[in-house]
């Protein structure tokens, strides 16, 4: 046996191996970019929806709630906007702050898979 015939055929095995991996990175970008531009369009429209569902709590808090502090009852949290004030239970508060911080939350998720999906671009066109 040639020894030189058989280092052809490693060589020749190898390059095919090297392009099936690069056949399958390639379609595994493709399908990750689809998924990346689904995240990113939903996370945005979830983030805008939580941010402005905040807007509508609070403006329904200030013009429902009690606008005297109430240990007993349990409003305790107060809620000041533009001098008017009222107070707000436990459940209440923690449900305003956290339709606030969903909203910002999915914001910045959809600013990062902004920068991933044009990181990318920039990364295959270069």
């Given at each position: 046996m ?32 689809a998924?990346?531009?689904?995240v ?29 502090y109430?240990?007993?009852?349990g ?24 339709l ?27």
């Open positions: 040639d020894p030189n015939r058989t280092s052809i055929k490693s060589k020749s095995k190898m390059q095919l191996d090297i392009k099936i991996v690069i056949c399958t990175l390639g379609k595994r970008s493709a399908v990750t970019s998924m990346l531009k689904i990113k369009v939903v996370s945005g429209i979830l983030g805008v929806i939580f941010w402005l569902s905040s807007f509508l709590v609070w403006h329904y808090y200030d013009a429902h709630r009690s606008a005297t109430l240990p007993e009852a409003r305790i949290f107060p809620l000041n906007t533009h001098g008017s004030i009222v107070y707000l239970t436990t459940g209440e508060h923690y449900l305003l702050c956290g606030m911080a969903a909203g910002v939350g999915f914001f910045l998720s959809t600013a990062v898979c902004y920068f991933l999906d044009r990181r990318r671009a920039t990364m295959r066109n270069a």
